[in-house]
């Protein structure tokens, strides 16, 4: 009934702009050019109140909603995509500004009015010249500012940064950190099933101790690098907190190096927010699940990360010991490799 | 064709010129010449051949307003989903039954949308709105309509293309039409329609027989904007009237050359894209495809594909495209605002220039939409210097405009509003891009609400008022009438206004981190901020739409009702299309072709308010332009 109610009411109020407008027509048309003008000049008058409200608005809505915008970086490199993010602000912001200012002034000051003819003013190559400079003076820094980070950004990592691998699937996110040895075991894709998710070849002794939790623990203050591929489609590694986005594909493994610098109890008290916890998200349309790939995230100091890595077993020892998968495997079988839980701690 | 019609007098050297039921050809000195039964009017044609003269026509004038009509068809439906979408992320716990009724009730148990239903809808809005709307809506209308009558040809090169590519392109559509009422669905796989996701059948529902849809359709699209491209610069190159040098000729045929060129040298590559697809698809080939398990069905057998080799095809065609859909309106927008303000277009040889520069440049910045792909940062730091280089181009536009304007002696119709407003939303959405063209900044915006908000402002709704630009401005010419006024106002400054509404607050999401083709953002405690920024943005979303029906209703009611046209020349205009009969009749011009004596741009010239580009140059005038 609310619909049809909504409908009818939506009609009438169409039909009432199209009656005032065509009476307004008919009037124009027998006023002529008089009428022109009136047009002309309170659309004038429309464009000069539209462009001071717009800047207006515009400051003040962002004013109004940063405090809904992502807070401090978390990670070092985020401070330089925030610096970049500002410097480009700024010099836009001024461009912007001005632009629409004057945009919306001369919409203003030169409406039509009776007897004038517009300026002949066809060219002039000195301010042609001017307004390809000083842009590209302008770019020319963001360019340079821009790059000097994406470099450090994307360089190769230090050579003490942990790793860890993060998969992507139809829906939700594995990851898999290295066991003691601090080296992740190889993986196959033909290997995967329904257990060994990431298809791990316990073939190879360095995958025996690896360990695959359900959330991401980072250690605030050492450098990561984030091994990403992804099993089935294209899925995208977001972690808006630290910065970081980077697609997840098949067949084609990418990488992020990164240093969390805000643990996620510093992060609930600058937030002032008691439920504030880091997410991963996935950032690239996947299918059905997308808006539920979702992995939580948390930034220990020292003593909480060896807690948690304390508690952490093998998978192979959890998933994978005296199953039937485990025949799949000559190494294990020949009982040639230790998994003894409990010594995961050391060096990582 | 029947051997009567060839027999029309045509000379060997055109044979194209035969199709045409009225047949010109072109003499020893470049000039067309028409051989007509004269007085052949449209309303006679109309009794003589009703399917001849409206269904299968070669008229160019009559083709452009097919094109513009299944364009306006098009953009109800594309906006209508959009609404249908933001319905979700707005109000999500309406119910909207009547999915269930068109859809089916599988699509929306209850009237609740499924998240499948939801990706099917955001693919079709971008599909259908970039490329049914803002390129065959936008370029086959304008280009089609004033090609020849602005060069001051009789029709197109060849007609019989130009009508096989409206043809085309109506194919294209009713396969991407009749794709909704599949089982399966529409393809629902985003419109940049990235394989793995897209290659394999079983990875989603919006990867079934809908996509297979989607990819013949877009298949026919691209024969029919080959076919079109192809004709417009033929006629530009071929067909000019004595005296309409290149340098002579308004920046609106300018900007349809340009993007003709860009469309047929990208849209191949979209082709041979989607053809390794179908293969990918239908005969287990692996272009695309290496390593891959899904889920409840196991390994699949391809090995040794690049998933990145679609990326780069797929923007080597998709960022060219949004310059084809942005030129036109370039174009268009630099005529109205010449026009309406009284003054020449300042700078018309830079504007020349920067297209020029613009389109050059548009082919070697695809990768800017894959810095976060995993590409080599080198490449990438390759990509963000040419990038940013297309700022300096777009920036000597936006000058060149904001300076016809100045000293100007402004007519605002409602052309002349969406102009102006063209300018301000370039304005906005063009700085927005140099965020986002810098990878840095990219690494944190990429795939957020930010870049929705920068090009549906930069290419969607600035592109939409360069269209809606040229319908309020040459509906004149093409049915002798005039849309109403009042009506026009009113349409563009809730468009105006609504659009910044919808758009301006998805860079404050963006900045949050907001991920863009979210069913919903409810599972994220960073994301669920922006419910009640969210319910404003559909409000205005709807608002903007109801807006768009009433243009549809001036549209259709103007064309019989409205107030008609009663002088050659209503906008005091210098391009020689007004030098045709109100209602120009296949051929265009009654007698011999206008011929072209100065540039386009004369206005307020010696104390004239304006010199039309039929009046021979007076002696010792000087000219600015070449």
């Excluded at chain 1, 919409?107 to 003013?121: E, I, R, S, T, V």
């Excluded at chain 1, 993986?187 to 073939?203: C, P, R, Y």
């Excluded at chain 2, 049915?479 to 301006?504: A, D, K, L, P, Q």
């Amino acid at each position: 009934m609310t619909t049809y109610l909504v409908i009818a009411a939506l009609l009438l109020i169409g039909m009432l702009v199209v009656q005032i407008s065509k009476a307004n027509e008919y009037i124009n048309t027998l006023r002529g050019e008089d009428a022109e003008l009136d047009t002309d000049k309170i659309n004038g008058v429309l464009w000069l109140i539209f462009t001071i409200l717009f800047l207006v608005g515009i400051v003040w809505s962002t004013w109004y909603f940063s405090p809904l915008f992502l807070p401090e970086s978390a990670s070092e490199h985020g401070h330089w995509i925030d610096t970049m993010f500002n410097i480009t602000l700024i010099l836009t912001g001024i461009v912007f500004v001005l632009t629409q200012a004057a945009l919306g002034w001369f919409a203003w000051k030169y409406h039509g009015k009776k007897g004038k003819l517009g300026f002949y003013y066809p060219e002039n190559n000195k301010l042609e010249m001017i307004w390809t400079v000083v842009p590209a003076i302008a770019l020319t820094i963001l360019v340079v500012v821009g790059l000097y980070y994406w470099f450090r950004i994307t360089g190769p990592a230090s050579a003490d940064a942990r790793v860890v691998e993060i998969t992507g699937k139809q829906f939700n996110w594995l990851v898999r950190y290295p066991g003691p040895d601090g080296k992740l075991g190889t993986n196959n894709w033909k290997l995967i099933d329904e257990t060994n998710a990431v298809g791990i070849d316990f073939n190879n002794k360095d995958g025996l101790d690896d360990v695959m939790p359900t959330e991401l623990h980072f250690e605030v203050n050492k450098p990561y690098l984030l091994k990403i591929g992804a099993r089935d489609v294209i899925h995208d590694v977001g972690l808006p907190h630290f910065r970081i986005h980077m697609d997840a594909m098949p067949g084609l493994p990418t990488h992020f190096k990164f240093t969390p610098t805000i643990t996620t109890d510093e992060m609930k008290k600058k937030t002032n927010n008691p439920n504030f916890d880091y997410e991963l998200c996935c950032d690239y349309l996947c299918g059905k699940g997308h808006s539920a790939m979702k992995m939580m995230v948390y930034v220990d100091t020292k003593e909480q990360y060896q807690a948690w890595l304390q508690k952490q077993k093998s998978f192979y020892e959890t998933a994978i010991k005296g199953t039937d998968e485990e025949k799949k495997f000559k190494v294990a079988a020949t009982g040639t490799v230790s998994t003894e839980s409990g010594n995961t701690q050391t060096n990582l | 064709m029947s051997t009567k019609d060839l027999h029309h007098g045509h000379s060997e050297q055109h044979a194209g010129a035969a199709i045409t039921d009225h047949v010109h050809y072109q003499d020893t000195e470049g000039v067309i010449r028409f051989e007509a039964d004269h007085g052949h009017h449209d309303s006679d044609r109309n009794k003589k051949n009703f399917i001849h003269t409206y269904i299968f026509s070669t008229d160019h004038k009559m083709i452009g307003k097919q094109f513009l009509i299944t364009g306006i068809i098009w953009a109800i439906i594309g906006g209508g989903l959009s609404n249908i979408f933001r319905m979700q992320l707005g109000f999500p716990d309406v119910p909207l039954h009547f999915i269930g009724t068109i859809f089916g009730d599988k699509w929306a148990p209850g009237g609740k949308m499924t998240p499948d239903f939801y990706n099917m809808l955001i693919t079709m809005h971008g599909t259908i709105l970039v490329f049914f709307v803002l390129t065959a809506g936008l370029s086959g209308t304008f280009a089609n309509l004033l090609i020849p009558l602005q060069i001051g040809a009789r029709d197109m090169a060849s007609p019989v293309l130009n009508m096989l590519s409206y043809w085309f392109f109506f194919l294209a559509g009713a396969v991407m039409f009749t794709s909704f009422f599949l089982p399966s669905g529409a393809a629902g796989v985003s419109w940049v329609f990235y394989p793995p996701l897209s290659a394999i059948r079983s990875a989603a529902v919006g990867s079934e027989t809908g996509a297979d849809f989607w990819l013949i359709s877009m298949a026919l699209f691209i024969v029919s904007s080959l076919l079109g491209g192809l004709n417009y610069i033929t006629t530009i190159l071929n067909l000019r009237t004595k005296g309409m040098s290149m340098s002579k000729l308004p920046l609106t045929i300018w900007a349809l050359l340009i993007t003709a060129i860009l469309g047929l040298l990208s849209f191949p590559v979209l082709l041979g894209a989607a053809i390794l697809l179908i293969f990918d698809r239908s005969m287990g080939t692996s272009f695309y495809l290496d390593k891959i398990y899904i889920s409840g069905i196991g390994a699949m057998p391809h090995e040794g594909g690049n998933p990145i080799l679609y990326q780069h095809l797929f923007w080597f065609l998709g960022h060219p495209e949004v310059y084809i859909v942005i030129l036109p309106a370039f174009g268009i927008v630099s005529e109205v605002l010449a026009v309406n303000s009284r003054k020449p277009i300042f700078g018309y040889r830079a504007m020349i220039l920067s297209m020029l520069a613009i389109a050059a440049l548009a082919f070697f910045v695809w990768a800017h939409h894959m810095f976060v792909t995993g590409l080599n940062p080198f490449v990438g730091s390759v990509f963000v210097f040419l990038t940013l280089l297309i700022a300096i181009p777009s920036a000597i536009k936006v000058f060149n405009w904001i300076t016809t304007i100045w000293r100007a002696n402004i007519r605002y119709t409602p052309a002349m509003m969406f102009s102006v407003g063209f300018v301000s939303l370039f304005i906005s959405g063009g700085l927005t891009g140099i965020f986002l063209g810098n990878s840095s900044i990219d690494i944190q915006l990429h795939d957020t609400y930010f870049i929705v908000a920068h090009f549906h402002i930069v290419m969607g709704v600035a592109a939409f008022f360069g269209m809606f630009a040229g319908v309020y401005h040459w509906f004149p010419k093409m049915y002798g009438r005039f849309m109403n006024r009042t009506i026009g106002f009113i349409h563009f400054w809730v468009t105006f206004v609504g659009s910044y509404c919808i758009f301006w607050p998805m860079h404050y999401q963006g900045m949050a981190g907001v991920p863009r083709r979210y069913y919903s953002h409810g599972a994220f405690e960073s994301f669920n901020k922006f419910g009640a920024l969210s319910e404003f943005i559909t409000i205005a979303a709807i608002v903007v739409f109801l807006a768009q029906l009433l243009f549809v209703f001036n549209f259709l009611y103007s064309m019989y009702r409205g107030k008609k046209v009663t002088e050659l020349n209503p906008w005091k205009s210098n391009t020689i299309e007004w030098t045709t009969p109100i209602h120009p009749g296949h051929g265009n011009w009654d007698g011999p072709l206008p011929e072209v004596h100065r540039g386009p741009y004369d206005y307020g010239k010696d104390g004239e308010d304006f010199i039309p580009q039929t009046v021979p140059m007076r002696p010792g005038e000087t000219t600015h332009h070449g």
